[in-house]
């Protein structure tokens, strides 16, 4: 199964811009962004995703209910790791606009959905790690290393990715001059969703991103990964300067 999830998506991008539009004020601007997206989508995991964008944008509760049942449909017909982790957060908020609706048969069905879908991630992999750190097959990975986000704070936890190309976001950000590198790991114990991108701008944890206190054994390297251009690089690292949230650790 290979992760949807790509930044480089058109519908994807159309989704950021809304929100950076969002962001600045232009509150009309992004809603037609949203909205332009939802006549571009192509499948039903972008229909998903841009139905989500324009139900948590809706004044209305029954339109926000409306368009958060769309996500939930889409979603529950894809029905593998790309989607469920949306999960909690869809009923949550289709929940919440019954509630809103005096409805509280359907409030409650929603409420006790979404904490059936709560709890540790199912995600079976492949995992990756990105780091410019030369690795041996058998090598661990642990905890404790400085952050390449904030400087001079010592991480809880190691992170990987099922998405390749976040974990050769990873390298590519990654503190070093070595070569960038990207490697098979498996998680010796338990693992949960990265919370600095589970439910951030996304519902859910569509980038499949995760952290252990547990080591990461090396299973080996993988070199068919998407690089980075140049110009992707630089509005990565401004992105990363201009950021003035904290990490969670």
């Known amino acids: 199964m290979s992760a949807k999830f790509d930044p480089r998506n058109p519908i994807i991008q159309l989704c950021m811009k809304g929100m950076a539009l969002e962001e600045s004020g232009n509150l009309d601007d992004a809603m037609d962004v949203f909205l332009k997206a939802w006549d571009q989508t192509s499948d039903d995991y972008e229909r998903f995703i841009v139905a989500y964008h324009l139900g948590i944008r809706q004044k209305s509760v029954d339109d926000k209910l409306k368009w958060m049942e769309k996500s939930l449909g889409f979603a529950l017909k894809i029905n593998d790791e790309n989607v469920r982790s949306a999960y909690p957060t869809l009923y949550l908020q289709i929940a919440k606009c019954y509630e809103e609706l005096n409805d ?80 098979v790991v ?57 950021n003035k949230g904290k990490i969670i650790n």
């Open 104 to 183: 509280t048969e359907n409030a409650r069905k929603n409420f006790e959905l979404s904490h059936s879908y709560q709890g540790k991630p199912t995600d079976t992999g492949p995992f990756y790690h990105g780091t410019k750190a030369d690795l041996q097959v058998g090598d661990l990975l642990t905890a404790g290393k400085e952050s390449n986000y904030e400087k001079d704070l010592k991480m809880n936890h190691i992170y990987f990715a099922a998405n390749i190309n976040g974990a050769g976001l990873a390298a590519a950000l990654a503190k070093g001059k070595g070569k960038e590198r990207v490697y």
């Open 186 to 242: 498996e998680p010796t114990g338990e693992f949960e969703n990265d919370p600095n991108v589970t439910d951030k701008k996304f519902p859910g944890n569509l980038t499949r991103s995760y952290r252990s206190q547990e080591p990461l054994k090396v299973l080996g390297e993988i070199t068919d990964w998407e690089k980075l251009t140049h110009s992707e690089r630089q509005e990565w690292e401004e992105k990363l300067a201009k």
